[in-house]
């Protein structure tokens, strides 16, 4: 074993514990920062994976902007009514999402997969190439994303805009 | 080097952990951030595979999701806060009549 | 290997060395330029056998040593595991930044050459933006944490201030980025050491003569650009006139009214060490680094002909010299700047970041775009 599968099996733990955390603690501001945890870990696997801009990207849109909005939000609100907990709602839930782990592992490691990474080039995963690709092969959905935020933006502000 | 299949399972994993909270957890909040660890299962899933088949497309698909999770987030919270206000609570159940 | 790894190790401490310390200098020459301002004897106390005129070295053992003698307080209600991880996020934050921040070009070293950089990454000033944005959760948990209303809404105003300052900060430096073609710091600070004279066309003979002796500094280049990174540094360091997460005479002490003892002296410092590193990627970004005009790698170049030859080891004393003074200098111009304006409102906070850097920032990327066309 070398030091990336090593490396590979400490994250996957942590990922999941904080991921667990995320959905099973009690109190909300506790699972937003065990996303941020998660998040920031998944920043590290990208990195791994040669895509060090998506890494930082991940890092500066996930942790640096969601997630600050979502505390924001969870402060500004403030709730204190605890959520009621319903035993068999609980259960049942697991269970299906466990199958649905089940089946997922089942199809996705069915043998086919490529156990060995094609070599990549020194500059994949640059900067460079990403905007490369970004802006010929994909230039269409570039400019859409763009009129999306437009929309989420105007969106988000007649939405939350108290009235006068 | 990590075989593929351990970065698919792990997302695999990830991914039911958040439909479990989508499911079981009664607070708004939470079950938008369980859809947020949901969209990142699948953005580990495009980064394995742009990593395996050394594919640029992998990333930039990843780009636009980030954009999309963005939007949902800010649109998502926004709708919380305007629900809250009226309501007084986060919870999902007590938000299934169409007037108030 | 070995030895690699020992020269990123020196480096790493030589920069943390200077930084924390010049972080614990900054904090004595505050009290005392306040001093100075408000025409008082300031910051005498700390006086070891008479020698309160040492005050800077006094100060820099004492006021340590007075923080972690206190008690360390944590609010009973409150959260001692977040209480505690919050100002470590907002120290740790503050100081792996100036990790990609050049503080010399190459030195060589008989076979070994050595960047005189932490670490070189070829996604540098993203990094510092990443690592700036995770800033924000030293006071936000730091806040919650504390189960005060007074620091929830310090943590409120905080979070909505650094979010919308971080865009602009972001959106300003894309001219930079845009005319040395790169992201990597130390690859820009290396693009300010030619003359704008090899940036003009050969028509453009006038130019070329006056403006185009000037080194090709961010600040000849992009103005603009500078005063927006400015204002958007100031507004992410937290201090007056953008202080309002803080802001004592409506919010106690806003998000760290709960710290005390050893506590509060690490979001002090951290404070301090965000004041160096906005400095630091000020110097890099728009005054040439660790660049001196007309100072080539043997040596000065001027441009009425003149040379003067230098060795290697003196040219890297006076990049790393001209680099600390930089840094030095826009630490003060911060500090200054503390004791010159009143606060704003949080209204005008809003609408400055919003309403103006953001449109300004946008037309100076549109602007510079054009400019690079036409010269090309």
Excluded at chain 1, 139 to 149: A, G, K, M
Excluded at chain 3, 66 to 78: A, H, Q, S
Excluded at chain 3, 323 to 331: E, G, Q, R, S, Y
């Amino acid at each position: 074993m070398d030091a990336s599968v090593i490396l590979f099996y400490v994250i996957s733990v942590l990922l999941v514990l904080s991921s667990l955390m995320v959905v099973f603690l009690r109190n909300v501001v506790h699972c937003a920062l065990a996303l941020v945890v998660a998040l920031f870990l998944i920043a590290i696997l990208f990195v791994m994976l040669h895509a060090p801009m998506v890494g930082v990207l991940q890092v500066l849109v996930y942790a640096g902007a969601i997630m600050v909005l979502f505390l924001f939000v969870i402060m500004f609100l403030n709730p204190t009514a605890s959520e009621p907990r319903r035993k068999l709602w609980w259960g049942f839930g697991s269970a299906a999402a466990l199958l649905l782990a089940a089946s997922l592992a089942a199809l996705l490691s069915n043998g086919e997969a490529p156990a060995d990474p094609v070599t990549a080039t020194e500059t994949f995963g640059s900067p460079e190439t990403l905007a490369k690709s970004l802006f010929t092969d994909f230039v269409l959905p570039f400019e859409i994303t763009s009129v999306l935020l437009l929309v989420a933006i105007i969106g988000a502000v007649v939405l939350a805009k108290r009235e006068p | 080097m990590v075989p593929l299949d351990y970065y698919l399972i792990l997302s695999a994993v990830i991914f039911a952990i958040g439909v479990i909270g989508v499911l079981v957890r009664r607070n708004l909040i939470v079950v938008l951030m369980s859809i947020e660890l949901m969209l990142n299962a699948v953005n580990l899933t495009f980064i394995a595979f742009s990593r395996y088949l050394a594919s640029m497309q992998g990333q930039v698909v990843v780009i636009f999701v980030m954009a999309v999770a963005a939007a949902e987030a800010v649109i998502g919270l926004a709708i919380v806060i305007s629900v809250f206000r009226h309501r007084r609570t986060l919870d999902p159940q007590e938000m299934q009549l169409l007037k108030w | 290997m070995i030895v690699d790894i020992g020269i990123v190790a020196v480096k790493a401490f030589l920069v943390l060395f200077m930084v924390l310390n010049l972080a614990g200098i900054l904090g004595w020459i505050e009290r005392k330029g306040s001093a100075l301002i408000q025409d008082r004897i300031g910051a005498n106390r700390a006086s070891v056998f008479g020698f309160a005129g040492m005050g800077l070295i006094n100060t820099l053992i004492a006021d340590p040593l007075k923080f972690l003698t206190k008690e360390d307080f944590v609010p009973p209600e409150g959260d001692k595991f977040l209480h505690t991880l919050a100002p470590c996020m907002t120290l740790f934050t503050a100081l792996v930044t100036f990790a990609v921040i050049p503080f010399g070009d190459v030195l060589v070293l008989g076979e070994r050459v050595i960047n005189l950089q932490v670490a070189n990454l070829n996604i540098g000033i993203l990094y510092v933006f990443a690592i700036g944005s995770l800033g924000v959760y030293g006071i936000v948990i730091g806040a919650w944490a504390s189960n005060n209303k007074f620091s929830l809404m310090g943590a409120v105003r905080g979070s909505a201030q650094m979010i919308s300052y971080e865009v602009a900060m972001g959106l300003s430096v894309i001219g930079i980025l845009m005319v040395f073609g790169t992201l990597e710091l130390q690859e820009i600070a290396r693009g300010q050491g030619t003359l704008i004279r090899d940036m003009l066309p050969e028509s453009a003979g006038f130019l070329r003569s006056t403006v185009g002796r000037l080194p090709a500094w961010g600040i000849f280049l992009q103005p603009l650009a500078f005063l927006l990174f400015f204002t958007a540094a100031v507004a992410e360091t937290k201090r007056i006139p953008f202080d309002l997460p803080e802001a004592e005479s409506e919010l106690v002490a806003g998000y760290h009214v709960e710290y005390s003892g050893g506590k509060f002296l690490m979001f002090f410092a951290g404070e301090f060490a965000e004041i160096v590193t906005a400095a630091g990627l000020m110097t890099t970004l728009f005054f040439g680094g660790w660049q001196v005009p007309y100072l080539m790698r043997d040596g000065f170049h001027f441009p009425w002909g003149e040379a003067v030859v230098l060795p290697h080891l003196a040219v890297t004393a006076l990049q790393v010299g001209a680099f600390t003074l930089k840094v030095i200098f826009f630490c003060w111009l911060q500090i200054l700047l503390r004791w010159s304006v009143p606060r704003f409102r949080y209204d005008q906070v809003m609408r400055l970041g919003w309403k103006m850097l953001l449109p300004l920032a946008l037309l100076n990327v549109i602007v510079t775009a054009i400019v690079i066309i036409a010269l090309q």
